[in-house]
């Protein structure tokens, strides 16, 4: 017995360290299907979890990905990715 308890909450804390560290990477990063974006993110813009990161749901030339790391709207073409720092005219 620990601190007085019948070490059922012992146990449980022990099963759930095991499931957490062999669970998937994708349940730690709020990912958990496992497409590269975030859940929230598919969500607040898809609302559901139905889109893939290679998709361009509003078909501006951006992936859907692309869209998710410039922070920008992947369900409006005309809210897109700049060009990348290297190629902006100087």
């Known amino acids: ?10 146990l449980a804390l022990a099963v759930m360290l095991a499931v957490l560290s062999t669970g998937s990477c994708a349940f730690a990063t709020g990912d958990t299907d496992g497409d590269g974006l975030l859940d929230s993110w598919e969500l607040q813009f898809f609302g559901d979890l ?5 998709g361009d749901f509003d078909a501006d030339g951006f992936t859907n990905i692309e869209e998710f790391g410039a922070g920008t709207d992947p369900t409006d073409s005309m ?3 700049g060009p990348p720092h290297d190629e902006i005219p100087h």
Do not use: F
């Open 1 to 10: 017995m620990i601190g007085g308890t019948t070490g059922k909450p012992v």
């Open 50 to 54: 139905g889109q893939e990161a290679a």
């Open 79 to 81: 809210n897109k990715p």
